[in-house]
């Protein structure tokens, strides 16, 4: 019976072909090219911050256009967001919602839970920046209010269709365009090094940067999945998305028309049009190894010259948008309101309006002629009337003025292109204080990434009330300690669950008690084992309205995002980082075997143009972790230091020598030795 449904689910229909658009141009491309839904950003708390984006009346007619071409049309709410910010991002959902968009795509995991009180009507799609790679992730996402996740887009295929099958919601995922090298929702690098953070839609894009030398190894070629199109029909998600609102029109328009026509004829790219795609736009190529499981293949590529000049071919495409052409029945009768009745030609849509009452012609009668050339004249509307699509029932000797008709038909027509919808008023929600959350029971917490400096630790144990590993360090042989925690790994694809749980069940043998969880997918998943849960920074806290909905998901005492001022930081009562560098990326792929090899990944890193290190390590499963080259350090500001009740630790490349001078410092309210990098909290950093 399993396989009859997960069949069915996977034929019954075509996957959505989602487009993108930053800008009108860009939509009317997207439509024309024939795609099924449309997503767009307003001018606020969207992604792409520096894409052109829709004011509220363009979204309202790009919601008209799109609607009239039977083409949905969702809206980016997908930045953090902070404290002050949260009630005017609602208020433009609001809005949202009553002209007619089909769904929002969010990724603030506070936004979510006001918008499921304030608008629950309104669908809700889990942007792939909340970091989804498995079903208990999905799942998640379904049970706080999100009826469609975007996956992550470093999943195989194995592991779609796995998801897909046993999630309880829809999936979304990237077909083409652009690939970020840091899994989305985990990258600070733009953020704590440029000061343009990424979670709010203002990448520097430091990834595209050169590093050791001239090299690239963090600048991905673009995504193409164009010869996996009948595989991806087969896995049953519900939508192919299209990266791209900072694009031109023609770029949209070519890339939605070759994925609309591969989709409609089932098949894969030919030679023809896999060169067409690459002149719309390429990074010395495409890539589709992550879909294939083999992210350890050649994946990094830079824009050449030829790329930019094949892409320049495309200019020159004419992209006015297309009316969409109705039928019209009027009535002008004797003693009664004149009205209009405007229709689609199939039926499917139909709008009736009432005008003036016409009164007793004197001279000049009104005659069929004249009534109808002057309704047809539909003006700066996305519709059309010919003649001979009028049906006008007149009675004789009647007389209407050209003002009461011009009326009749711009009512006529603003009606039938309104997608207006009702919203009864419901208040938000009351913010909780943090005095009435659940207390958080320790006062310091501490992770180690380097277990021979956590192994050859002189101190007592009394240095932090918890101590983390990272989960997949606690059945490495030379660990000589056993901590009080473990750092649940940031990723677990859905093929890595089985063998996390294996390592669960062993750090609970071993009597480990509490568990740092930084993803949806990860906090059932630790629950299970019986741990204690603390949230890690990559759950990404910015307001209070985040705060309470983890507290309700049973994590009172979390670290608070990096990206927070100190002020924005102590208003939310929450754990803060005081001590240690960073991690600003997490890599699916190893770029570390690529420029060093794999017997020379204990410490490793990059350095950019400036000669500036940033260390890095390996994560579970070989995925890297790229660290700030700066420490993170304030326990010399006492009355800021003093501010942070509970307080979090992150050694990296630390020696167990440095990491007690680290914590002597920070006892005693000393400066960071001479020398260091400092980071300050909300601040960029600077050299002391």
């Given at each position: 019976?399993?396989?009859?449904?997960?069949d069915?689910?996977?034929?019954e229909?075509?996957?959505?072909?989602?487009a993108?658009?930053?800008?009108f141009?860009?939509l009317?491309a997207a439509?024309?090219?024939?795609?099924?839904?449309?997503?767009?950003?307003g001018?606020?708390?969207?992604?792409?911050?520096?894409?052109?984006n829709?004011?509220?009346?363009?979204?309202?007619?790009?919601?008209?256009?799109?609607h009239?071409?039977?083409?949905?049309?969702?809206?980016?709410?997908?930045t953090?967001?902070?404290?002050l910010e949260?009630?005017?991002?609602?208020?433009?959902?609001?809005?949202?919602?009553r002209?007619?968009?089909?769904?929002?795509?969010?990724?603030?995991?506070?936004l979510?839970?006001v918008?499921?009180?304030v608008?629950?009507?309104l669908?809700?799609?889990?942007?792939?920046q909340?970091?989804?790679?498995?079903t208990?992730?999905?799942?998640?996402?379904y049970?706080?209010?999100?009826t469609?996740?975007?996956?992550?887009?470093?999943?195989?295929?194995?592991?779609?269709?796995?998801?897909t099958?046993?999630?309880?919601?829809?999936v979304e995922?990237?077909?083409?365009?652009?690939?970020?090298?840091?899994h989305s929702g985990?990258c600070?690098?733009?953020s704590l090094?440029?000061?343009?953070?990424?979670?709010?839609?203002e990448?520097?894009?430091p990834?595209?940067?050169?590093?050791?030398?001239?090299?690239?190894?963090?600048?991905?070629?673009?995504l193409?999945?164009a010869?996996?199109?009948?595989?991806?029909?087969?896995?049953?998600v519900?939508?192919?998305?299209?990266e791209?609102?900072?694009?031109?029109?023609e770029?949209v328009y070519?890339v939605?028309?070759?994925?609309?026509?591969?989709l409609?004829e089932?098949?894969?790219?030919?030679?023809?049009e896999e060169?067409?795609?690459?002149?719309?736009?390429s990074?010395?190529?495409?890539?589709d190894?992550?879909l294939?499981g083999?992210?350890?293949?050649?994946m990094?590529?830079?824009?050449?010259?030829?790329d930019?000049a094949?892409s320049?071919?495309l200019?020159?495409?004419?992209?006015?948008?297309?009316?969409?052409?109705?039928?019209?029945?009027?009535?002008i009768?004797?003693?009664?309101?004149?009205?209009?009745?405007?229709?689609?030609p199939?039926?499917?849509?139909e709008?009736?309006?009432?005008?003036?009452?016409?009164?007793e012609?004197i001279?000049?009668?009104?005659t069929?002629?004249?009534v109808v050339?002057?309704?047809?004249?539909?003006?700066?509307?996305?519709?059309?009337?010919?003649?001979?699509?009028?049906?006008l029932?007149?009675?004789?000797?009647?007389?209407?003025?050209?003002?009461?008709?011009?009326?009749l038909?711009r009512?006529a027509?603003?009606?039938?292109?309104s997608?207006?919808?009702?919203?009864?008023?419901?208040?938000m929600?009351k913010r909780?204080?943090?005095?009435?959350?659940?207390?958080?029971?320790?006062h310091?917490?501490?992770?180690?990434y380097?277990?021979?400096a956590?192994n050859?630790?002189k101190?007592?144990r009394?240095?932090?009330?918890?101590?983390?590993?990272p989960l997949?360090?606690?059945?490495?042989?030379e660990l000589?300690r056993?901590?009080d925690?473990i750092?649940?790994p940031?990723?677990?694809?859905e093929?890595e669950?089985?063998?996390?749980?294996?390592?669960?069940?062993?750090?609970?043998?071993?009597?480990i008690?509490y568990?740092?969880?930084?993803?949806?997918?990860s906090?059932?998943?630790?629950?299970?084992?019986?741990?204690?849960?603390?949230?890690?920074f990559?759950?990404?806290?910015?307001?209070?309205?985040t705060?309470?909905?983890?507290?309700?998901?049973?994590?009172?005492?979390?670290?608070?995002?990096?990206?927070?001022?100190?002020?924005?930081a102590?208003?939310?009562?929450?754990?803060?980082?005081?001590?240690?560098?960073?991690?600003?990326m997490l890599?699916?792929?190893?770029?570390?075997r690529?420029l060093y090899g794999c017997?020379?990944c204990?410490?490793v890193?990059?350095t950019?143009?400036?000669g500036?290190?940033?260390?890095?390590?390996?994560e579970?499963?070989h995925?890297?972790?790229i660290?700030?080259s700066?420490?993170?350090?304030?326990?010399?500001k006492?009355?800021l230091?003093?501010?942070f009740g509970e307080?979090?630790f992150?050694?990296t490349t630390?020696?167990a020598?440095?990491?007690?001078?680290a914590?002597?410092?920070?006892?005693?309210g000393?400066p960071?030795?001479?020398?260091?990098?400092?980071r300050?909290?909300g601040?960029?950093?600077a050299?002391?």
């Amino acid at each position: 019976m399993f396989f009859w449904s997960f069949d069915m689910k996977r034929r019954e229909r075509l996957p959505e072909l989602l487009a993108p658009a930053g800008d009108f141009d860009c939509l009317v491309a997207a439509v024309r090219a024939g795609a099924d839904a449309v997503y767009v950003g307003g001018r606020l708390y969207s992604a792409r911050a520096y894409a052109k984006n829709f004011d509220i009346d363009e979204l309202r007619r790009a919601v008209s256009y799109c609607h009239l071409h039977g083409v949905k049309l969702y809206v980016t709410l997908n930045t953090l967001l902070y404290d002050l910010e949260v009630e005017p991002a609602v208020e433009f959902a609001v809005e949202l919602y009553r002209i007619g968009v089909d769904a929002l795509i969010v990724a603030d995991l506070g936004l979510v839970s006001v918008l499921r009180v304030v608008v629950p009507e309104l669908q809700l799609h889990a942007s792939t920046q909340m970091s989804v790679h498995n079903t208990r992730g999905a799942d998640m996402a379904y049970s706080l209010g999100c009826t469609r996740t975007v996956l992550a887009r470093e999943l195989s295929y194995k592991d779609i269709c796995t998801v897909t099958a046993e999630c309880k919601g829809e999936v979304e995922i990237f077909l083409h365009g652009a690939l970020c090298v840091c899994h989305s929702g985990q990258c600070l690098f733009s953020s704590l090094v440029g000061g343009r953070s990424g979670n709010r839609g203002e990448c520097a894009q430091p990834c595209r940067l050169p590093y050791n030398g001239g090299k690239y190894p963090l600048s991905l070629r673009d995504l193409s999945l164009a010869h996996h199109i009948p595989k991806l029909i087969e896995s049953g998600v519900s939508s192919l998305k299209i990266e791209g609102r900072m694009k031109a029109p023609e770029y949209v328009y070519t890339v939605t028309s070759i994925y609309r026509r591969l989709l409609d004829e089932n098949r894969a790219a030919n030679v023809d049009e896999e060169r067409e795609l690459m002149r719309a736009f390429s990074r010395d190529g495409f890539t589709d190894a992550y879909l294939r499981g083999k992210p350890e293949e050649k994946m990094t590529g830079v824009r050449t010259s030829e790329d930019k000049a094949e892409s320049r071919t495309l200019s020159g495409m004419d992209f006015s948008p297309s009316r969409v052409p109705v039928c019209a029945k009027v009535v002008i009768k004797r003693g009664v309101p004149s009205s209009m009745t405007l229709t689609l030609p199939d039926g499917s849509r139909e709008t009736t309006v009432s005008g003036d009452i016409p009164s007793e012609a004197i001279n000049s009668p009104l005659t069929e002629s004249s009534v109808v050339q002057r309704l047809c004249k539909m003006g700066n509307t996305l519709l059309s009337l010919k003649p001979e699509s009028v049906e006008l029932i007149l009675d004789e000797g009647l007389n209407l003025s050209p003002a009461s008709l011009n009326a009749l038909r711009r009512a006529a027509s603003e009606a039938f292109e309104s997608e207006g919808r009702a919203l009864a008023p419901r208040e938000m929600p009351k913010r909780c204080e943090k005095s009435t959350r659940g207390a958080p029971t320790v006062h310091s917490t501490a992770l180690f990434y380097n277990i021979h400096a956590y192994n050859a630790l002189k101190e007592d144990r009394g240095m932090f009330d918890i101590e983390f590993l990272p989960l997949w360090r606690i059945g490495d042989g030379e660990l000589r300690r056993i901590p009080d925690g473990i750092a649940m790994p940031p990723v677990i694809m859905e093929s890595e669950m089985d063998t996390v749980r294996r390592m669960l069940s062993d750090a609970k043998e071993k009597g480990i008690g509490y568990a740092l969880v930084g993803n949806i997918g990860s906090i059932g998943l630790a629950r299970e084992f019986g741990f204690k849960l603390i949230g890690d920074f990559r759950l990404n806290v910015m307001n209070s309205y985040t705060l309470d909905a983890y507290s309700r998901l049973g994590i009172d005492d979390i670290i608070l995002s990096p990206e927070l001022t100190a002020r924005d930081a102590e208003r939310l009562g929450a754990r803060e980082i005081v001590y240690g560098r960073i991690p600003l990326m997490l890599t699916e792929r190893c770029f570390m075997r690529d420029l060093y090899g794999c017997r020379n990944c204990s410490s490793v890193g990059l350095t950019d143009r400036r000669g500036i290190e940033f260390p890095a390590v390996r994560e579970f499963e070989h995925r890297n972790l790229i660290f700030n080259s700066a420490i993170t350090y304030i326990a010399d500001k006492p009355e800021l230091l003093h501010s942070f009740g509970e307080r979090h630790f992150i050694f990296t490349t630390e020696s167990a020598d440095e990491i007690g001078d680290a914590y002597r410092a920070y006892r005693d309210g000393a400066p960071a030795p001479r020398g260091a990098s400092i980071r300050r909290i909300g601040k960029r950093e600077a050299k002391k």
